[in-house]
């Protein structure tokens, strides 16, 4: 036990260490020569709660100390020294600060703005690396600790609950949840804010305001996540569209010299963010969760400089004028040069009358760590046999009771990769049941039992399952294109060799050039991941084709 606690006690110190460095000499003088310094007093606020934090702070002399939100009861100071620098990740996109920044002695600090900040990181790898890494660590902390500025309410008898917690957590924001069943607490923190259990979800946002069962953008909004864009600017490059191809689009685009925004209706990731471990994508031998790489790939993209609009949804592209404009669901527009549509796809609902009764109370579409915590213990189910499915069974299979994988076909050969295979065959809490499907969903407030069918045998069975994840088919995100671009059959978008002669005249192509390999049947319009007709669906050729699509907008420019 000595062993393992002093090697705990190393891990915690080195990551304290990366986490509030204290730069060499060199170092301070590399990073304070992009701001200006200013003399500072005791109690002097260099940074409030909810301001946009757009500041990084690099002590001279003195000492300053960071107040984390209060949060349930919690207060959070950490005092800086000499050679210390202040700043999470919000300072990359300038949304609102988590923390107060005070002064707590007299001394000199460097003041560094955001642009100066995106210009140092881009061009001084070695110190970039070191303001990165203590950046990401310390969003880390406060999601590992759940302390934010945000408390949601809830109840695992809520569907609601499940969708702002999945929203907060893909999109990295740290908050705390109290659960009204199982948190003596929430009776005192309703009754301070007027509200009911009939209420919840509720959120509270900064202490002050409460939103009852909030939508997404509401959220948004509430937490200043988007900044308010110029709909009179005119931009190199619209990205739609968030998931790996969509955040491959944002880095290269951004980091090659585009005005780059990127419209997500969620949170960024996609369907890849919610897996729980992607084992074949190069170079991760140990695998990476989804969650872990689509976050990485987001701070790069805002890294570079991109916009990062979340929780609003393109609604209608005005192809018939240049530049193209996108409608968004909030009533904006934006105006652009350039587009590249990577809204994915989405899983088939099964054609069950009282699924969407369900859904979110027993029927989930993702498994990701929110999920997995509703379901421990129990047994569950999964219908679907390509590699999200895999990936869902052998992660929920270490907290499961057991999982039963569903297939309709004679098994997963055919659609799920061989490592991923073996994993499950070689589980003993894991069973496949091939030529099966769900015939009937049944529960009072909650899912409680499910009625399967052996399409070979003709038999049913009716199981007490609470917990099924749908994992069926795939659906493209393409209706609000309104005959835009030419589709396939399917409704996904043709691009490149694959649009044919009869295309291109219905789409009345004017140019004397073939479209480019990823373009759709509307110049300067590009399709690229799971929206895409024709498309791998694996992580690494996503990430691919958001590359490349990037490299024929520029070539636009050169025509």
């Not at 895999?390 to 659609?415: D, I, M, N, P």
């Amino acid at each position: 036990m000595a062993g393992i606690d002093s090697t705990r006690q190393f891990d915690d110190a080195l990551r304290s260490t990366r986490m509030f460095p204290v730069l060499t000499e060199a170092e301070a003088e590399r990073l304070g020569a992009h701001g200006r310094r200013r003399e500072v007093q005791p109690g002097d606020v260099l940074v409030k709660h909810g301001e946009p934090g757009r500041v990084c702070f690099l002590v001279n002399r003195g000492a300053l100390e960071i107040i984390g939100p209060v949060s349930v009861g919690s207060n959070v100071v950490i005092p800086l020294g000499p050679r210390q620098f202040t700043g999470e990740v919000n300072i990359l996109s300038g949304r609102p600060s988590l923390v107060c920044i005070r002064a707590s002695q007299a001394g000199e600090v460097t003041e560094i703005d955001q642009q100066r900040l995106l210009t140092l990181v881009q061009t001084d790898s070695a110190l970039g690396e070191i303001l990165l890494r203590a950046f990401i660590l310390r969003r880390s902390e406060l999601i590992a600790k759940n302390i934010g500025e945000v408390v949601l309410v809830g109840s695992t008898h809520s569907a609601g609950t499940l969708r702002i917690r999945e929203f907060l957590t893909r999109n990295g924001h740290p908050h705390a949840y109290l659960d009204l069943e199982r948190d003596a607490s929430v009776q005192e923190l309703l009754d301070r804010f007027h509200v009911s259990g009939a209420d919840v979800p509720l959120l509270i946002c900064r202490g002050t305001q409460v939103l009852k069962n909030p939508s997404n953008r509401q959220i948004a909004d509430c937490l200043g996540l988007n900044e308010i864009l110029d709909r009179e600017q005119v931009r190199d490059l619209v990205v739609i569209g968030a998931g790996p191809s969509g955040l491959a689009a944002a880095v290269y685009g951004a980091s090659e010299g585009l005005d780059t925004v990127v419209l997500e209706s969620s949170a960024p990731g996609g369907q890849a963010g919610s897996s729980s471990r992607i084992e074949n994508y190069l170079g991760f031998p140990n695998g990476i969760t989804g969650r872990e790489l689509t976050a990485r790939a987001h701070m790069q993209a805002e890294k570079f400089g991109a916009h990062m609009i979340v929780a609003k949804t393109a609604v209608r592209l005005a192809c018939d004028r240049e530049p193209y404009a996108l409608d968004i669901d909030d009533g904006t527009r934006l105006l652009t040069r350039a587009v590249i549509i990577a809204t994915g796809a989405r899983y088939r609902r099964l054609p069950l009358p009282n699924l969407s009764r369900f859904e979110g109370l027993g029927i989930y579409y993702d498994a990701t760590f929110v999920e997995s915590q509703l379901c421990g213990g129990e047994e569950l189910m999964i219908v679907g046999g390509a590699n999200s499915a895999g990936q869902a069974a052998v992660f929920l299979s270490q907290v499961a009771k057991h999982v039963h994988v569903l297939v309709r076909s004679e098994g997963l050969a055919s659609t799920m990769s061989r490592y991923l295979i073996r994993r499950i065959e070689e589980s003993q809490d894991i069973t496949v049941h091939p030529h099966t499907e769900i015939v009937a969903l049944d529960g009072a407030e909650h899912l409680e039992r499910v009625v399967w069918r052996n399409n070979a045998t003709g038999d049913t069975e009716t199981r007490a399952i609470r917990h099924v994840f749908l994992m069926t088919g795939a659906l493209p995100n393409t209706a609000w294109l309104g005959g835009c671009v030419a589709l396939d059959a399917n409704g996904f978008i043709k691009t490149g060799v694959d649009l044919s002669p009869d295309d291109l005249d219905a789409a009345q192509w004017s140019l004397s050039r073939p479209p480019y390999l990823l373009e759709t049947s509307l110049p300067g319009v590009f399709a690229v991941g799971d929206v895409r007709a024709g498309n791998m669906k694996r992580v690494a050729s996503a990430v691919g084709e958001g590359s490349i699509a990037v490299r024929f907008v520029h070539a636009l420019r050169h025509q």
